[in-house]
């Protein structure tokens, strides 16, 4: 059950962008770089944007560690593949960072010269 946690997460987050991507840039909520943080539009581009990777890695995560949970493989020796789908889900959440930074400077090239 403690493996479902990680992909729910994401979801509620995932979701939460999705609904409420026109918060005014602040320090507490939302997709947080100096990139998204640049001007409102951006700030809105970027949130819905990561909101949308949240709730697709939530998703996954969630049907992966369903799909392994009645698996005894270990990965590495170290961990059962339940307990590498949020890791892995993890390291995905993270190299979305400066995927959703560049897709913004894509798309609004005039706000980053």
């Given at each position: 059950m403690v493996n479902y946690i990680f992909p729910a997460v994401c979801l509620i987050a995932g979701i939460l962008l999705?609904?409420?991507p026109d918060v005014k840039i602040n320090s507490v909520y939302g997709f947080r770089t100096k990139t998204s943080s640049v001007n409102e539009?951006?700030?809105?581009?970027?949130?819905t944007l990561c909101g949308k990777i949240l709730v697709f890695i939530g998703v996954i995560s969630a049907i992966l560690v369903f799909a392994v949970s009645f698996s005894e493989i270990?990965?590495?020796?170290?961990?059962?593949?339940?307990?590498?789908?949020?890791?892995?889900?993890?390291a995905a959440l993270l190299l979305s960072i400066p995927f959703i930074?560049?897709?913004c400077k894509k798309k609004y090239p005039e706000f980053y010269k």
């Open positions: 999705l609904i409420k539009q951006t700030w809105k581009y970027c949130n270990k990965v590495f020796g170290l961990f059962s593949l339940v307990e590498a789908v949020p890791i892995i889900a993890a930074n560049h897709r």
